[in-house]
C-alpha cells in the first residue's frame, strides 16, 4: 500500500473531527445562550445542526463510484 492512502486516512479522519467538534460547539453555544423564551427555536437550531451534521459525514462513509488504480 502506498503512503498517500495513510495520507488520505489521516486527513479524512482530521475533517470528520473538526466537523464533529465544530457541531458540538454550536449545540453548547445554542444550549448556553438560550433562555426559556427561546427554547424552542434553540431546539430547532440543534435538530438543524445534527440533521447537517448526519448528510455531512455521510459522504466520509460512502463508496466512491470512481476508484483510482
Not at 20 to 48: C, D, Q, V, W, Y
Amino acid at each position: 500500500m502506498e503512503n498517500h492512502f495513510y495520507v488520505a486516512g489521516v486527513s479524512m479522519g482530521l475533517a470528520m473531527g473538526t466537523q464533529g467538534g465544530m457541531f458540538h460547539l454550536t449545540n453548547f453555544f445554542i444550549i448556553k445562550f438560550s433562555t426559556p423564551e427561546t427554547a424552542g427555536r434553540a431546539a430547532g437550531l440543534m435538530g438543524f445542526t445534527n440533521i447537517m451534521g448526519g448528510f455531512s459525514s455521510l459522504h466520509y462513509g460512502v463508496e466512491p463510484r470512481f476508484v483510482w488504480r
